[in-house]
C-alpha cells in the first residue's frame, strides 16, 4: 500500500518537472545558461537516484542518498528565490509562512517516520524465527533469548 502511494507520488512529481521543463522551453527560457545546467544537474541527480536503485542502496538512508537529497533541496534554491521575487509581499511574511510550513513538514514526516518504523519493528519482531521474547522491565519490545543470545555472541565460548 506504502509502496503503491510513493510510486503515485514520485510518478506526479516526475510529470510536474516534465511540465516546469516544457513551460521553460516553450517560453525560450532556456537561452539562459545557468537555468541550462541547473536541468542538467536535475538529470544527473535523477541518473544518481536511479545508479543507488540499481545497486540496491536504500534512497532515504544511505550517505549517499542523503548527498544526493541534499544537492537537490540546494539545486531548487534559486527557482524559490525566483518565485518568492515575483510576489510583491514584505519579505518578513514570508519568511513567517515558509517557517511554518517547514515546521509542519518536519512534523509530519517525523509522526509518519515513528508510525511507519514502529510497525516495521512490531511486524519483524512477531516473527518466531528471529528468537525474540518479551522480557519484563528490560526495554520497551524485548530482550534476545538465551539461545539468540548465544547466537549472536562476538566470540565463541569456551570449550569444556
Known sequence: MVRKALSVGALLLALFHVGLFLDDLLAGQLADPSLVLRWLIAIALVWGLASLRRRGVSL???REAVAIWAMAVLLHGPAVAGRI???DVP???VAAVLAQAAVSAAAL???L???F?????RRRLSAPSI???AVAGVGPIGALSA?????FASRPPPTP
Open 147 to 151: 539461545a539468540a543470545r548465544r547466537s
Open 113 to 115: 517516520l515513528v508510525v
Open 85 to 87: 521575487d515575483a510576489l
Open 60 to 62: 532515504w538512508f544511505s
Open 131 to 133: 528468537g525474540w521474547t
Open 91 to 93: 519579505m518578513p511574511a
Open 117 to 121: 518504523c514502529g510497525a516495521a519493528s
Open 109 to 111: 514526516g517525523w509522526i
